[in-house]
């Protein structure tokens, strides 16, 4: 304790007695908070740049997610549900319109939709394959009831397949994958040159920051700042968004759809929030060098 | 030690906030021309404004049709102000035809959860006793199915909480479904078109349509 007020008392003194040292001193501290704020931008940019990498375009994050909310049992649900709806007009029983719903070849289909989509590929369903399978299994029940089929009926039996495949389709291709792939094409380049710049003048400026201090200890105190720093800015906004959940008010329909879109919404801010975690355990075992090097140069 | 405690308080409190500060101000800057899409989002997808598009589930609330009326001692005129209009997929009138056998539900709207419970009237056209058109459909297979025995004279009645009305049945016709010449809702007159899918009988999903035109007979008029 003497031995540190000494230490500084010694510095106080010498500022005082050679101003030069002071304006050097003070511009030294300038020039490091300076490149310690950079250095906070540049993890915060880092953070960012990344989610849309191990996020919103990544497969397997999607994929993890439509698992986690049963997105393919409800889809194949909802769409039980639509061609039910047909039963009436039809004039099929509810049970053969549920029935033409084949929940394996759905779930390939769905989840071989997002893989392509999210590599750029595309992948188109075979809907007149569709149309003809289904067409088969409406005319087999009606066979099966004995019922005499017109030219005109087996016409309408045609137009209520296209339209079941009509809808299937339309219901695989759900929405926001294919703007995200043409988003994946287009960025994907630019993101990696963007993560190349921020770690090369994340190198740059830490560098220039040891290099001004002839203490480093000192370097490392505005080094655990700018971890800190960069923990709060990433962390702050998705801490709160995860406590208040405004997202949960969101009106998406139908259901299935909003529960994966909520879980894509949490996933992205839990990724957030464990980059802020990791920016403050950076931090903190920052702290042991920079005890040890305090020490070291107290010793000197 | 105290100096320490400051000292560092300072690199790793006040600074890391500073630094955060200025980079959410920063954010806030750039991001402010967005703000106007992200308060477009939010009113698109916000409950408060999509309340008004949710459907009420169908028949849960209905203007229950006054099937007591005895239309020789109905009111000839009934005032505006008095009637109970339905809201949208509102069970609010009944639908029959003695002749045939017909006596359906009529709603407020065409929707297929609509459809599943009986008829279902366009929002395009009017209510009953306005002297314009009404636009009702319904599906061949269930409620609509004694359509078949249907002739020109026939008299549907329309029950509502306000009035039982009369339509004589004046023609029928058999076209495809996207002929929109079949209907004319600008027309000045009361007329009762009702359509279903035709054949009547048939599998799967009809391209054909048949409509019934029923011109107003009976009935209070609507008077302000």
């Given at each position: 304790m003497v031995h540190m007020n000494t230490h500084n008392n010694k510095n106080t003194k010498a500022s005082a007695r050679y101003p030069a040292m002071a304006v050097k001193a003070a511009a030294k501290n300038i020039a490091s908070i300076l490149l310690a704020f950079l250095l906070t931008v540049l993890l915060v940019l880092t953070a960012l740049l990344l989610t849309p990498k191990?996020?919103?375009?990544?497969e397997q994050f999607f994929l993890e997610r439509m698992e986690k909310v049963g997105f393919s049992d409800a889809l194949a649900t909802n769409i039980e549900q639509e061609y039910a709806s047909l039963a009436i007009p039809s004039g099929f029983p509810e049970e053969v319109m549920k029935q033409a719903v084949d929940r394996n070849a759905l779930n390939y289909d769905l989840y071989t939709y997002v893989s392509y989509s999210l590599h750029g590929e595309e992948f188109v369903i075979d809907k007149a394959a569709l149309q003809t399978k289904l067409n088969e299994q409406f005319l087999s029940y009606a066979k099966s009831q004995n019922a005499a089929l017109t030219e005109e009926d087996t016409s309408n039996i045609s137009y209520l397949s296209g339209m079941c495949a009509d809808y299937y389709a339309k219901k695989i291709y759900f929405p926001g994958v294919k703007q995200l792939s043409q988003m994946h094409i287009r960025l994907n380049s630019m993101i990696n040159y963007a993560l190349t710049g921020c770690v090369f003048l994340f190198l740059l400026f830490s560098f220039l920051l040891f290099f001004i201090r002839s203490t480093k200890h000192r370097a490392l105190r505005f080094y655990i700042s700018t971890f800190i720093g960069a923990a709060i800015s990433i962390g702050i906004v998705p801490l709160i968004l995860l406590l208040?959940?405004?997202?949960?008010?969101l009106n998406i329909w139908p259901d299935y759809f909003y529960d994966f879109v909520i879980s894509c919404i949490d996933g992205i801010l839990w990724g957030w929030l464990v980059i802020a975690c990791f920016c403050v355990l950076i931090s903190f075992l920052l702290n042991f060098p920079y005890r040890m090097l305090r020490e070291n140069n107290k010793n000197r | 030690m105290k100096k320490f405690f400051s000292r560092l308080s300072a690199y790793t409190v006040v600074l890391p906030i500073v630094f955060s500060l200025i980079i959410l101000l920063i954010g806030g800057i750039i991001l402010s021309p967005y703000a106007q899409l992200a308060s477009d989002f939010y009113s698109v997808f916000m409950p408060a404004h999509a309340a008004e598009q949710t459907m009420p589930p169908v028949a849960d609330q209905t203007i229950t049709p006054n099937m007591t009326l005895d239309p020789d001692q109905q009111a000839q005129q009934v005032k505006l102000s008095t009637i109970e209009f339905p809201t949208y997929q509102q069970y609010y009138a009944n639908l029959r035809c003695d002749t045939i056998g017909l006596s359906v539900k009529v709603f407020w709207g065409d929707t297929n959860a609509v459809l599943r419970k009986g008829v279902g009237q366009s929002l395009s056209s009017f209510y009953p006793g306005f002297g314009r058109p009404l636009l009702m459909g319904g599906h061949n297979k269930s409620f609509l199915s004694s359509l078949a025995n249907v002739a020109v004279g026939q008299v549907f009645i329309l029950t509502t909480n306000y009035g039982e009305f009369e339509y004589t049945i004046t023609g029928t016709k058999i076209t495809t479904?996207?002929?929109?010449?079949?209907?004319?809702?600008?027309?000045?007159k009361e007329v009762l078109i009702l359509y279903t899918c035709y054949p009547l009988n048939a599998y799967g999903i009809n391209a054909k349509r048949l409509f019934i035109y029923a011109e107003k007979t009976g009935g209070p008029e609507i008077v302000d």
């Open positions: 191990f996020a919103l375009f990544r208040i959940r405004p997202q949960d008010r | 479904a996207n002929d929109t010449s079949a209907y004319d809702l600008a027309q000045q």
